[in-house]
């Protein structure tokens, strides 16, 4: 017997109520563009905000028995740089794009690097492989 695979990077997943396990073929919702694949996926308290090539998006709802599912684009212009940056603290997300470290919640993104913008762009442009290089951590009980 041979297993076949259906390979859609903007396709997301999900399983059965209460059954993390069981994840049925027809439970899926295509996010954005098909020709932009998922870079990361981070939960808030209410959201998972869904990072790609073509933008953030914002999927919220009730994951009950006959889920109903809120998706929408949330911010088109920030693209995300580094996967690996994207963490958690204080139920914000903070991330590499290509308007510099971003933070995001529930119901806003502000770039918050403007400050120290003179030293990360030289740092930036010398540094080919940050996207693959790059990481964050968020640190809860140091709020760092």
């Known amino acids: 017997m041979v297993s076949t695979v259906e390979a ?6 999900y399983s059965k109520y209460q059954e993390i396990e069981a994840v049925p073929l027809l439970n899926y919702i295509d996010i954005g563009s098909r020709d932009q694949e998922i870079s990361r996926i981070i939960s808030l308290r209410e959201s998972l905000f869904i990072f790609k090539g073509d933008g953030v998006y914002r999927l919220a709802g009730d994951p009950g028995v006959n889920p109903v599912w809120d998706i929408g684009a949330f911010d088109l212009m920030s693209i995300i740089k580094a996967p690996d940056t ?10 590499f794009s290509n308007q510099g470290i971003i933070k995001l919640n529930e119901s806003t993104l502000e770039p918050i690097s403007r400050p ?3 030293k990360l762009i030289p740092f930036i442009s010398t540094n080919p492989n940050l996207d693959n290089a790059a990481f964050a951590v968020g640190y809860e009980s140091d709020r760092a």
Request: with cysteine; hydrophobic share 30%.
């Open 116 to 118: 120290i913008e003179d």
């Open 86 to 95: 994207a963490t958690t603290l204080a139920n914000n997300c903070y991330y």
């Open 8 to 13: 859609i990077g903007n396709r997301l997943y």
